[in-house]
């Protein structure tokens, strides 16, 4: 499957932003999917994941202020981002996964986006 990311970019703090990650070659529905974000020199984090249903997990840092959301009908995965911190800026990767552990393992079976910059100002 491919992906593409998308919905990056400069926000204040305090704003919002909604990521996007349209799929495609594959059936989009039978697949985890998760959102990542990696800052230079660091490794890459957990942000959020999202079964082949609905069921979601959230890292602890963005509880309550991220959701992530699919719509199985447009092959898009979506990861809308509220009260956003300075520390959230990072490149925010989508990734596809078999199940929610291969997700949370980052198998390398998974499928990856290209990244996509999110700044928030301070």
């Known amino acids: 499957v491919q992906l593409q990311a998308s919905g990056g970019g400069l926000v204040q703090a305090g704003g919002s932003l909604r990521l996007s990650c349209t799929a495609s070659?594959?059936?989009?529905?039978?697949?985890?999917m998760g959102w990542f974000r990696q800052v230079p020199g660091k490794q890459r984090e957990l942000v959020a994941t999202?079964?082949?249903?609905?069921?979601?997990n959230y890292a602890g840092s963005v509880k309550g202020r991220f959701t992530i959301s699919r719509d199985n009908a447009k092959n898009t995965l979506y990861l809308q981002m509220n009260s956003l911190k300075p520390e959230d800026t990072a490149v925010y990767y989508c990734?596809?996964?078999?199940?929610?552990?291969?997700?949370?393992?980052?198998?390398?079976?998974?499928?990856w986006g290209q990244g996509t910059l999110v700044t928030v100002s301070s």
């Open positions: 990734a596809a996964g078999r199940s929610y552990y291969a997700i949370v393992d980052q198998h390398q079976s998974n499928y």
């Open positions: 070659g594959r059936t989009f529905s039978n697949y985890a």
């Open positions: 999202i079964t082949s249903g609905t069921g979601t």
